[in-house]
């Protein structure tokens, strides 16, 4: 029985505080994104280090999440399962943050690299500790079908906040009548980022109430002496989740939708500034950020709204379905939107981009919550939130690993050329066809992957019917 909310639903201060956690969640991979780039031009760090600096942390952090979700789910307090590691894990990752961008310039490159890559694990450490276990508070905050894609549409809507904000950041340390150079303006902005991540994380510790349906009895114990059956635990979990075709639909589709539009998200400011703006990025001016920032405000409320009304309406896989083909639109209006004639015309595909990555994370985080129950309903107790969320989310690092890496043997393979100040025109047309194609291809093979996702409203019911009339009995 749901003992935090009322007929299922989740109080908006709780709504509040959880959505105040993904923005955490969201302002330091985005703030990450940009500080990184000042890596080579602030502190001159090698470009090879540079990519060292950005690979080693997020490798430790594939290995890290699913580790860090089995402890959560297996851990037994008078908090509660996640609301210790996301208070603990919020400060210290906010901390962490703001310590690994305290580097000066004059150090060298070998000091500078040692520091950062240290900082960056203990940070990459605590942000999991943070992170991993807020998937899965939000998994286990309500139990009503409906009520889970309020929950993650509302999150998502605070969230975009983060993408409004993130792009200016370019604007704020370029500025010189701020801050006396590029490498101040990333110390400086990390202190703001980092203490305004303190206390936003911590809210979701404070004010959200678990509904943790798991007797001490059931999970693991946590300790050295059984560290390594534990590992075989978290293994055997992992291998029930491969065959849990419902979750495999989730992960596969998620892996095509975002990281099609991961491996051409460079490509729109190349083709504002060498197609629309002939190589000058003077006359671009802001109209880059202004792209992102609009493009998360369609997000925020247009899409999310207009999604989480479509999955209760239809059902949360018509809903995927229609929100990705509404998202291939957009891709396709790129191709009059990026007009040189008339650059403001960049905003007309925009609100339909937009439900590609809107209606993704609102619908899949609905629909992963219940295919815990179903987890629980073959596999029994503990519930595994925290494992479920950890293995999502690295499917979507990695994926987003690949495709940058992809991303960037694209704009090999169309000869665009980094030191060139104009490109040529063959350049750009067959940029402008693959900034098109990709995500529209990785889209329409994610509406066939979830084509035959089975797990239904009515299906859902069933399932938390059975897993409440076996609780009772036990």
């Known amino acids: ?18 959505g105040a956690g993904h923005l955490v969640n969201n302002l330091f991979p985005g703030a990450l994104g940009v500080f990184s780039f000042f890596l080579l031009t602030a502190f001159g760090i090698d470009p090879i280090y540079a990519g060292l600096l950005s690979a080693i942390p997020r490798f430790i952090d594939a290995l890290s999440d699913p580790i860090i979700g089995f402890i959560s789910d297996n851990t037994h307090s008078r908090w509660g399962r996640r609301r210790p590691f996301i208070f603990v894990g919020a400060i210290l990752c906010g901390l962490f943050f703001i310590v690994q961008w305290q580097m000066d310039e004059k150090n060298g490159t070998v000091f500078n690299f040692w520091y950062f890559l240290i900082c960056s694990i203990l940070f990459i450490l605590f942000n999991a500790i943070f992170a991993t276990p807020l998937i899965g508070l939000g998994y286990e905050m309500t139990s009503d079908y409906k009520e889970r894609t309020r929950l993650m549409g509302f999150s998502q809507t605070i969230s975009q906040l983060a993408w409004m904000i993130v792009p200016w950041f370019w604007v704020l340390i370029a500025d010189k009548n701020l801050f006396a150079n590029q490498a101040e303006g990333v110390r400086k902005l990390s202190i703001v980022v980092g203490l305004i991540c303190i206390v936003l994380g911590v809210l979701p510790a404070l004010f959200c109430k678990e509904e943790n349906t798991t007797p001490p009895e059931n999970q693991a114990k946590l300790n050295l002496k059984n560290a390594f059956n534990n590992l075989k635990h978290l293994m055997k979990d992992m291998k029930n989740m491969s065959k849990n075709n419902p979750f495999m639909r989730l992960c596969g589709a998620t892996f095509l939708v975002f990281n099609g539009f991961q491996m051409v998200s460079s490509f729109s400011f190349f083709i504002i500034v060498f197609y629309m703006f002939n190589g000058s990025y003077e006359q671009a001016g802001t109209l880059p950020a202004w792209f992102a920032t609009i493009s998360a405000l369609a997000t925020a409320f247009l899409v999310i709204p207009i999604v989480t009304f479509l999955a209760n309406k239809f059902g949360k896989k018509n809903a995927f379905v229609i929100s990705t083909i509404i998202s291939i639109l957009g891709y396709v209006l790129k191709w009059w939107g990026f007009n040189p004639e ?30 815990c129950d179903l987890d629980e309903l073959r596999n029994g107790l503990p519930r595994r939130e925290g494992t479920f969320g950890a293995v999502y989310w690295w499917m979507v690092k990695l994926g987003q690993a690949l495709a940058l890496a992809i991303g960037g043997f694209v704009l090999e393979g169309v000869g665009f050329d980094q030191n060139a100040k104009v490109q040529s025109i063959e350049t750009m047309h ?9 995500p529209s291809v990785t889209a329409g093979l994610a509406i066939l992957v979830m084509w035959n996702y089975d797990l239904s409203e009515e299906r859902a019911i069933e399932i938390k019917k059975e897993l409440e009339k076996r609780r009772a009995q036990n």
Do not use: E, H
């Open 1 to 18: 029985m749901n003992t935090n909310t009322n007929n299922g639903r989740v109080p908006f201060v709780q709504k509040m505080a959880f």
């Open 342 to 371: 008339n650059p403001y015309m960049i905003f007309m595909p925009v609100p339909f981009i937009a439900f590609g990555l809107g209606g993704l994370f609102t619908l899949m985080m609905s629909m992963t919550a219940d295919v």
């Open 430 to 438: 067959n940029l402008r066809i693959w900034d098109i194609i990709i």
